[in-house]
């Protein structure tokens, strides 16, 4: 089953510029998370916003959520070449139950 | 520590073979997960275990058959699986802090 849907599907960008990507769910959730994924690896985790939260910041990323539009963006600023990997959104829609959208692949051009 | 650890990072077993996946985790959290996920595809959740209970099954065929023998270990045992079962297979776990960690992934190649 499919909850979150990531736009766009892919994004290629110059080293320097800043990388947006969005995403959005079907039904209320408990939280948001977002994760990287390296060709073939496993997923790092990167952010976590809450459901009454709408800001979140990471170092280069910050994460919004809306939940009255049901989703949710990552920034990226000032990407490198090794933010080149595949990001996905997750969605909590009932307790420890986590699925995970399409993702976005992106890739920064040095 | 916030380490997953699976085992073998890689597996090619025949369609009449049986094997054991094995994921660990000592950061005491409360729910283990397997995933599955094709090359350019999302993971596609499998099966959660809360507190060492099976609490989420995606109908999964039973040729894919989950067993967590205690809060830090989770197994997937495999039997008489289709090369289409060819996948990336990624355990993660939960805690306090509703985290989820993921391990390195397992490549199952089924000839």
């Known amino acids: 089953s499919q909850q979150g849907e990531e736009d766009p599907q892919a994004l290629s960008i110059q080293e320097g510029e800043n990388a947006t990507m969005n995403c959005s769910y079907k039904t209320s959730i408990n939280n948001l998370q977002w994760y990287r994924q390296n060709s073939g690896r496993g997923l790092v985790h990167l952010i976590l916003?809450?459901?009454?939260?709408r800001e979140k910041h990471s170092g280069r990323l910050r994460v919004t959520l809306d939940t009255s539009k049901k989703s949710s963006s990552l920034l990226i600023t000032a990407s490198r070449a090794a933010d080149t990997a595949s990001y996905f959104c997750?969605?909590?829609?009932?307790?420890?139950?986590?699925?995970f959208g399409p993702g976005t692949s992106l890739s920064v051009i040095p | 520590d916030t380490e997953v650890t699976q085992t073998p990072k890689h597996l090619v077993m025949g369609m009449t073979n049986k094997k054991s996946l094995k994921c660990e985790q000592h950061?005491?959290?409360?729910?283990m997960y397997w995933y599955k996920q094709k090359a350019k595809k999302p993971p596609e959740l499998m099966f959660v275990y809360s507190y060492e209970k099976l609490s989420i099954n995606e109908s999964v065929p039973s040729r894919f058959s989950p067993e967590c023998p205690n809060s830090s270990l989770l197994n997937l045992h495999l039997h008489a699986l289709q090369p289409e079962d060819s996948a990336l297979y990624l355990c993660?776990?939960?805690?306090?802090?509703?985290?989820?960690?993921f391990g390195p992934g397992t490549r199952l190649t089924v000839l």
């Open positions: 993660a776990s939960i805690g306090r802090s509703d985290t989820q960690y």
């Open positions: 950061m005491g959290h409360r729910a």
């Open positions: 997750a969605t909590e829609p009932f307790w420890d139950k986590v699925i």
């Open positions: 916003i809450r459901s009454n939260e």
